[in-house]
């Protein structure tokens, strides 16, 4: 059906597929307790960005891809919001699981959407095999040892999402003091 929509539809025979938009009959991948509506689900082009926040059509990823007009007529969601970018990312960070470097790329891209400001503070830098917050990153050398870290320079494309963030091109006095404190618990 999918191959078939792709080619030119007349506007009758899209009328006849409209109810298809509203009622559950598609599967979602790893759910098998019911039948999904089309406007529930998301294709699997971005799931990568956002894996954990949403379910996706349960159908091989070529057969989406062959589909797409007839899905996107449905009103299968394609992209996530960056809302859902930054859940994911802190689904992430909570469990130590390494995230897709695009997200990081989509979130640059998009630094001045409000939802990237439940990121400050937060645990959602990945370096070196670990999550850290914004400020305990620094680009230039710092001096605080195994207490902080050295972004690196190729990192420098993500600079407008990071910046508003809360990463620092080098550390202040409120920074060593953030560490003694640290050290001292």
Not at 15 to 26: D, G, H, M, N, R
Request: net charge neutral.
């Amino acid at each position: 059906l999918g191959q078939l929509f792709n080619k030119e539809v007349d506007s009758a025979t899209k009328a006849k597929l409209e109810p298809l938009k509203t009622i559950p009959w598609l599967p979602a991948e790893r759910k098998d307790d019911r039948w999904y509506r089309p406007g529930e689900l998301y294709l699997v082009y971005q799931d990568y960005l956002f894996k954990s926040q949403a379910l996706f059509l349960g159908l091989p990823d070529k057969l989406q891809r062959e589909s797409s007009e007839f899905l996107h007529f449905l009103g299968l969601q394609n992209s996530p919001s960056v809302k859902m970018v930054v859940s994911h990312l802190l689904y992430c960070s909570a469990r130590q699981q390494p995230p897709n470097k695009e997200i990081y790329r989509f979130l640059s891209e998009r630094y001045q959407d409000p939802a990237i400001e439940q990121l400050k503070g937060q645990r959602c830098l990945w370096h070196d095999g670990a999550y850290y917050r914004p400020d305990q990153v620094f680009w230039q050398e710092h001096g605080f040892g195994r207490f902080r870290k050295q972004l690196a320079a190729e990192l420098r494309i993500y600079n407008r999402f990071l910046e508003r963030i809360g990463v620092k091109e080098s550390p202040t006095w409120e920074d060593g003091l953030q560490v003694l404190l640290e050290i001292s618990e």
